[in-house]
């Protein structure tokens, strides 16, 4: 498990420069993808800093891990060597497993001024407030930095995050008692725990695309399978961002800014090792991202 250290933005331009041939052109209107690059790389950065620091604290993880994995999709859509895109989501991932890890604890801090002095200096500290927030590192994300891993094709981290995964009151409050069910069926099914699986499956009615996919892994059943990942991948394009406008004036440009889907790979790869294939084709389930071996199957 290699961590990813300071990026060194120039250099990393520079291979995209010497001769990288994109796998989808559009991503470089008006400079678009070098902007995105340029600006993931310093969040990146000074998270990375500061969870080096004194006040290092969840968040810093969050960030990286969500700075590190639209980097991946970004240098994916430019035309990156392959090893470049797992690089960083193996990065994301690992710094999920941290998140993840330090869900809980006292991870929000609020600075305050002190107003009373007669010339108070700019930004002088008075007293920090500390409080707890979990929603950093939920179920949803872990799965999700789980998924990063395995793409990356590293296995041992994926099962580090699964096994690090918690639900809290926060998650049956949002998602609902069948939806913390389905996250521990997908959890037990990257731990290679089948038959647990089976059992959180059974206690809801799977008929959402998540729950369809989750039952068809379980029973190896390559039809339902794909009729899950079907209806997801509806769901995903009509729930993702998908273009935005550029800055051109009298004939503007429309830019895609969703290139892959990340849950729709991450399921394939998990369905994978329980010897099912992808049976369709969809423009964010890019085939070559999952081309690489993913170890025996569950």
Same mark, same amino acid.
């Given at each position: 498990m290699v961590e990813v250290g300071i990026i060194d933005a120039d250099a990393e331009i520079a291979i995209f420069m010497n001769g990288c041939v994109p796998r989808y052109p559009e991503v470089l209107t008006e400079g678009y993808g070098i902007k995105q690059l340029r600006g993931r790389f310093h969040g990146y950065n000074e998270s990375y800093r500061f969870s080096q620091?004194?006040?290092?604290? %969840?968040?810093?993880? *969050?960030?990286?891990?969500?700075d590190a994995m639209r980097i991946a999709e970004i240098e994916f859509a430019m035309g990156y @060597?392959?090893?470049?895109v797992q690089c960083y989501l193996r990065a994301s991932a690992v710094a999920m497993l941290t998140c993840v890890r330090l869900r809980g &604890?006292?991870?929000?801090v609020?600075?305050?001024? $002190?107003?009373?002095?007669n010339e108070p200096l700019p930004g002088h500290l008075m007293h920090a407030i500390a409080s707890v927030d979990v929603s950093m590192g939920a179920p949803t994300q872990a799965l999700i930095g789980a998924y990063c891993a395995l793409l990356g094709n590293?296995?041992?981290?994926?099962?580090?995050?699964?096994?690090?995964?918690c639900f809290e009151q926060y998650d049956y409050d949002g998602i609902g008692v069948n939806g913390v069910a389905e996250k521990k069926g997908y959890v037990?099914?990257?731990?290679? $725990? #089948?038959?647990?699986? %089976? %059992?959180?499956?059974? %206690?809801?009615?799977?008929?959402?695309?998540?729950?369809?996919?989750?039952?068809?892994?379980?029973? =190896?059943?390559?039809?339902?399978?794909?009729?899950?990942?079907?209806?997801?991948?509806?769901?995903?394009?009509?729930?993702? @961002?998908? =273009?935005?406008?550029? *800055?051109?004036?009298?004939?503007?440009?429309?830019? @895609?800014? &969703?290139?892959?889907?990340? $849950?729709?790979?991450? #399921?394939?790869?998990l369905a994978m090792k329980y010897d099912l294939k992808l049976m369709l084709e969809h423009p964010y389930l890019p085939r070559e991202v999952l081309s690489t071996e993913r170890g025996a199957s569950a």
């Open positions: 620091s004194e006040l290092a604290y %969840q968040g810093n993880f *969050s960030f990286m891990a969500r @060597p392959l090893d470049r &604890t006292v991870d929000t609020e600075f305050t001024t $002190e107003a009373a002095r590293d296995y041992d981290l994926a099962l580090r995050i699964a096994r690090s995964i037990s099914l990257i731990l290679g $725990e #089948v038959e647990k699986a %089976q %059992q959180f499956a059974s %206690q809801f009615n799977a008929t959402s695309a998540r729950g369809k996919i989750l039952s068809a892994i379980c029973a =190896r059943d390559q039809s339902l399978f794909t009729a899950g990942l079907t209806s997801l991948l509806k769901e995903i394009e009509r729930d993702a @961002p998908v =273009r935005i406008r550029t *800055s051109r004036k009298e004939k503007p440009a429309y830019v @895609p800014t &969703t290139y892959w889907s990340l $849950e729709g790979l991450g #399921v394939v790869a």
